[in-house]
């Protein structure tokens, strides 16, 4: 990994290339996972190997994923970040439902200081789910419970998540928003504009589904790339995104040890100019396999 890869998160710095823990829990983000053991292996592989922003949610699970990344971590690292989302609810059959009541942000701030035993959550990402996609909306009343939150020191910085940039701007003027977390890939690009005003602003800008999503992508572009750098389709994915701009902090995650081990390796990984223009192809309308 690139020791010098790194951008500022709130007020801590973190390399570029960390870890998301979503799926440590078991099949749909739900339950505990097929093997315990194996999850704590890669957290605690992850840790070992550098990783020092590690991304979850109390919502993971519930519980579940936060109660194994305190059992393999704690006591944390001091350069390790945490951070957690808020905004939702599981239900008992696994439907994640809005949660955004004064009342239920702040039962999920202590459910996470619990189940990750803090004293403050470093940063957490108020995650909007007033759609499936980003939907407008006004989020004022949502950013003052956590502005409250942060002035008791129970939060110590504040993100968004699932925003369109009419949110973000609004974020920005009620709070110091420190990151924001959206849906984001090589084909994914809507929020283009929005990581350069981010960039020049000195915003973290966290992508998610960094290959496609739950249906990975499948470009022969991207395939072709690969092959010729001898590397993963999802490392070429990963490399793109961490030359795009500086101020993107990448999480891909895995329950595998293999897989944790090659998305670290695209840290080393450069792209050429011209693979970049290919790659950059695919967000254009370039043929796609299916």
């Not at 194994?68 to 439902?97: C, F, M, Q």
């Not at 897989?259 to 990984?269: G, I, P, T, V, W």
């Amino acid at each position: 990994m690139v020791k010098s890869d790194r951008y500022t998160l709130g007020t801590r710095t973190v390399r570029r290339l960390g870890y998301g823990a979503m799926q440590l829990a078991g099949p749909g983000v739900f339950g505990p996972p097929k093997d315990r053991q194996g999850a704590l292996t890669v957290l605690r592989e992850a840790v070992a190997s550098g990783v020092d922003h590690i991304d979850t949610s109390d919502y993971y699970g519930p519980h579940i994923t936060n109660q194994l990344i305190r059992e393999a971590l704690h006591p944390y690292p001091r350069d390790l970040v945490i951070v957690t989302k808020l905004g939702a609810r599981r239900g008992k059959d696994g439907s994640w439902n809005p949660a955004f009541s004064a009342e239920d942000l702040k039962s999920a701030v202590h459910d996470n200081l619990r189940n990750l035993r803090l004293d403050a959550l470093e940063v957490a990402n108020l995650r909007i789910m007033f759609g499936a996609r980003p939907t407008e909306g006004s989020i004022e009343a949502q950013l003052a419970v956590l502005a409250e939150l942060q002035r008791q020191g129970l939060i110590r910085h504040i993100g968004l998540s699932n925003v369109t940039a009419k949110q973000v701007a609004e974020g920005r003027a009620l709070a110091t928003i420190v990151g924001v977390q959206n849906h984001y890939n090589l084909a994914h690009r809507v929020d283009d504009a929005l990581i350069d005003e981010l960039a020049a602003a000195g915003v973290a800008y966290v992508p998610f589904f960094p290959l496609g999503g739950f249906t990975p992508l499948q470009s022969t572009v991207l395939s072709d790339v690969a092959r010729a750098l001898g590397a993963t389709p999802m490392q070429v994915a990963l490399a793109w995104l961490l030359q795009r701009a500086p101020n993107l902090l990448l999480i891909p995650g895995t329950s595998s040890v293999e897989h944790l081990r090659e998305n670290l390796a695209a840290a080393d990984l450069k792209l050429s100019g011209d693979a970049v223009t290919k790659l950059n192809q695919i967000a254009t309308g370039s043929p796609k396999a299916g």
